[in-house]
């Protein structure tokens, strides 16, 4: 399964970092991404990273201020998230990702099947 943290309050143009640690299995050969819910929205794609050459992708919304990253030796994905705005509040999750990490993949949250349990993100002040 899959373990996320470091979720929590923080006012506008804070950081964050989150962190997605497995449990049980080995994510290196894994395309992992990471998605958000907003409350009374549908859930979307946040950033992705690949399995081979650690190509990157990133949603608009997020360009610019948000960093995806693997440490395959400690088996967890990182999203760091600085200037953080109120329209990023969300439970965020991440998940292995089907598609081959790219805008298309981050489209696709249908395809997706395999959820960690999420970690709630606020910002406000």
């Known amino acids: 399964k899959f373990v996320e943290s470091g979720g929590g309050l923080v006012q506008p143009g804070g950081s964050l970092g989150l962190s997605c640690a497995a449990s049980?299995?080995?994510?290196?050969?894994?395309?992992i991404g990471w998605f958000r819910q907003a409350p009374g929205k549908g859930r979307e794609g946040v950033s992705c990273?690949?399995?081979?050459?650690?190509?990157?992708s990133y949603a608009d919304s997020v360009k610019g201020r948000f960093t995806i990253s693997r440490d395959n030796a400690r088996n967890t994905v990182y999203l760091q998230m600085n200037s953080l705005k109120p329209e990023d509040t969300a439970v965020y999750y991440c998940?292995?990702?089907?598609?081959?990490?790219?805008?298309?993949?981050?489209?696709?949250?249908?395809?997706?099947?395999?959820w960690g349990q999420g970690t709630q993100v606020t910002v406000s002040s």
């Open positions: 998940a292995v990702i089907p598609y081959p990490c790219s805008a298309y993949a981050l489209s696709m949250t249908g395809d997706v099947n395999f």
């Open positions: 990273i690949s399995n081979s050459d650690g190509a990157t």
């Open positions: 049980g299995f080995t994510l290196g050969p894994l395309r």
